[in-house]
């Protein structure tokens, strides 16, 4: 799967669950029930000490899943995590030498920013997203909508206390894709091998931005 197929997918789903977990077993099991649930996407944290095991096991066990690298710090981190065969990129702030290591190997990439400062950065740098972290610290929706104002060119990720309750919100106020961890990945759910518990709220989260979504065509 090329970046420019990566970043559709992304849009088309508007989800991206990160799996915030301790082990491999959990991660491949978020992957595997988040995929036959609908959401063939999943951020996989290089706090994970085994994270590019998992990601080469489930890139190359699941063509169509979009699995990537979260939590991607420095140049060498990239590389580790493109060379496992991350299809994306991701970090909570924008480091320039992540941004740019994804470009060289054409991998789509979207680091984190807060002001319109790092956003503006981040876009000009080669992302093809930018992510909103923390979303729900910096001021939620009524801050998305004000980013889209003058930057509406530029796809924001929204990240960071995004739930059930907020999610149809923030796709209303112009975000492309929301980032959802322990709302849809609960780690309690993975401990206990819960897929119907899974598969309900990823039902919930689709319903959620199917509905948002329609009612921006709507207006």
Not at 49 to 55: D, G, H, W
Not at 83 to 112: H, K, L, M
Not at 152 to 165: D, E, F, K
Request: net charge neutral; charged share 20%; glycine share 8%.
């Amino acid at each position: 799967m090329n970046r420019k197929a990566v970043c559709e997918q992304i849009i088309r789903i508007g989800i991206i669950p990160c799996a915030r977990v301790h082990s491999p077993e959990h991660a491949r099991f978020a992957a595997e029930t988040l995929q036959a649930a609908g959401i063939p996407n999943i951020e996989i944290p290089l706090t994970l000490p085994e994270a590019p095991a998992v990601i080469r096991d489930l890139a190359a066990l699941y063509p169509n899943l979009v699995v990537g690298a979260g939590t991607v710090l420095d140049a060498k981190s990239a590389e580790r995590a493109i060379e496992a065969g991350s299809r994306f990129i991701t970090s909570p702030g924008f480091i320039p030498e992540v941004v740019s290591c994804a470009n060289e190997a054409d991998i789509a990439v979207f680091p984190g920013a807060s002001t319109p400062s790092e956003v503006i950065a981040a876009w000009r740098a080669g992302s093809d997203f930018v992510k909103i972290f923390p979303a729900a610290t910096v001021g939620g929706t009524h801050y998305i909508r004000a980013l889209k104002g003058p930057l509406g060119h530029i796809p924001l990720i929204v990240t960071g206390g995004v739930n059930q309750l907020t999610a149809f919100d923030y796709i209303l106020a112009g975000a492309s894709a929301i980032g959802v961890g322990g709302e849809l990945v609960p780690s309690d759910a993975l401990t206990h091998r819960q897929s119907d518990r899974i598969h309900e709220l990823a039902r919930r989260f689709i319903q959620i931005i199917k509905e948002a979504r329609a009612q921006l065509v709507a207006d």
